[in-house]
């Protein structure tokens, strides 16, 4: 018999789905503004900026085909933490 989760389970569960589901557009939305003063900062033309917008939208393409075969595999719990890790770690290198 199954038995319904607690309200501070169901409250967990709906933040990680949020987060999971947000994660994608928010890196492409924080993006976006930034992109003129990228041209500016790094002395470069607008199109080699817009390249790496498309690398990230390649990214994310790539990490669904990826995860998706791994998940049915493994399970959606260990792909998701190894992706989301990647992800972090990926980030914090490209910060200055």
């Given at each position: ?13 709906v ?16 993006y ?10 790094l002395?470069?033309?607008a199109s ?10 390649l990214?994310?393409a ?15 719990k ?12 990926v ?5 200055k």
């Amino acid at each position: 018999m199954a038995t319904t989760p607690s309200l501070g389970k169901r409250i967990w569960l709906v933040f990680i789905l949020g987060t999971i589901s947000a994660t994608g557009p928010l890196s492409i939305d924080l993006y976006l503004p930034a992109l003129p003063e990228m041209t500016r900062d790094l002395q470069t033309h607008a199109s080699l900026i817009q390249l790496s917008l498309s690398a990230c939208l390649l990214g994310l393409a790539i990490g669904q085909l990826i995860s998706g075969p791994l998940s049915d595999k493994y399970g959606r719990k260990g792909p998701l933490i190894v992706g989301f890790l990647s992800f972090g770690l990926v980030s914090l290198l490209t910060c200055k």
